[in-house]
């Protein structure tokens, strides 16, 4: 049973584009408004989490400037602990500017301060039986000491890492989740079934298959659920929104199949809306009526 959820990785302020196409090279395309938001992927999934009324905190850094502290300030409403967010005068706030077009997105990032957490700093006594770790970064040598540290204290672990696990992280998972772009990057294929074989026994691979849905497969077998309707107005944060739905399934006990339910609903609500965490999307109220829902 998980009693707390830790997320580790990213902490973003993310300047959103809506567009309705690319610019050409040289054409200066002008937006109807630009949006600012805050994000990173293991924020985002703390925030979502947090507002689903699970204890979660935040593993991560921030620059010593407006954005970092407003980061912050926008995750501890939702009420996640950020009493161990670092913060750093060698870089500033990670930044990233998105191009949200109609069912498509383009995103540049900036790492600044997420490259500038230091692992050795976190008391490994966060971590214990019934704790959870959650890591989404792409900075594989922030992401393997807190990992092997909450493995080695008994607690469970996922990830949501860009480029797919290392050799040495594989053992050490309890989850892995994927988009089919990402499984590609690293497998080389788009066959869940494939990956699977390269992962420990124990393990579940959770992979998002945009408009077809989500597999997960694991020890116990394959499951499969449909995506949901859903208008994309912007794309960014879904895949966070469905590991925090998913991630809090797996905390109720839920089947693997209510748990692939869970994250796809909230994903399609979220990208139902702009930004990676529309204020209108009630995630506990979301995840309740669908209960109800045959």
């Given at each position: 049973?998980?009693?707390?959820?830790?997320?580790a990785g990213s902490l973003n302020a993310d300047l959103t584009f809506?567009?309705?196409?690319?610019?050409?090279?040289?054409?200066?395309?002008?937006?109807?408004?630009c949006v600012l938001n805050y994000g990173g992927s293991a924020a985002n999934t703390a925030y979502w989490l947090a507002?689903?009324?699970?204890s979660v905190r935040m593993l991560g850094c921030v620059g010593d400037d407006p954005f970092g502290t407003l980061a912050i300030a926008a995750l501890a409403e939702a009420g996640t602990d950020t009493s161990l967010i670092q913060r750093t005068r060698r870089s500033l706030t990670g930044m990233a500017a998105i191009f949200a077009t109609p069912g498509s997105k383009r995103m540049v990032t900036s790492g600044g301060a997420n490259a500038c957490f230091d692992p050795a700093e976190i008391d490994g006594r966060i971590f214990y039986p019934g704790a959870h770790l959650h890591v989404a970064t792409s900075l594989h040598e922030l992401a393997l000491p807190l990992i092997r540290l909450a493995k080695e204290r008994g607690a469970t672990v996922s990830c949501d890492l860009d480029e797919g696990p290392t050799e040495e992280m594989i053992p050490r998972l309890?989850?892995?989740?994927?988009?089919?772009?990402?499984l590609r990057r690293?497998?080389?294929?788009?066959?869940?079934?494939?990956?699977?074989?390269?992962?420990?026994?124990?393990?579940?691979?959770?992979?998002?298959?945009?408009?077809?849905?989500?597999?997960?497969?694991?020890?116990?077998?394959?499951?499969?659920?449909?995506?949901?309707?859903a208008t994309e107005a912007d794309r960014t944060g879904g895949g966070d929104a469905f590991d925090a739905g998913f991630l809090y399934g797996l905390a109720q006990g839920a089947a693997p199949e209510t748990c692939l339910r869970f994250g796809l609903?909230?994903?399609?609500?979220?990208?139902?809306?702009?930004?990676?965490?529309?204020r209108s999307?009630?995630?506990?109220?979301?995840?309740?009526?669908?209960?109800?829902?045959?």
């Open positions: 049973m998980i009693t707390r959820f830790i997320c809506p567009v309705e196409r690319l610019p050409e090279e040289h054409e200066k395309l002008r937006c109807r408004k507002r689903l009324n699970q309890d989850l892995i989740f994927m988009n089919q772009t990402e690293w497998t080389g294929s788009t066959d869940p079934r494939e990956a699977r074989k390269r992962l420990s026994p124990s393990s579940f691979l959770v992979v998002t298959q945009g408009a077809r849905g989500a597999v997960a497969l694991g020890p116990s077998g394959e499951y499969a659920h449909p995506a949901f309707p609903l909230l994903a399609a609500q979220v990208i139902a809306s702009e930004g990676s965490r529309p999307v009630d995630a506990a109220r979301v995840l309740r009526a669908s209960l109800r829902t045959p």
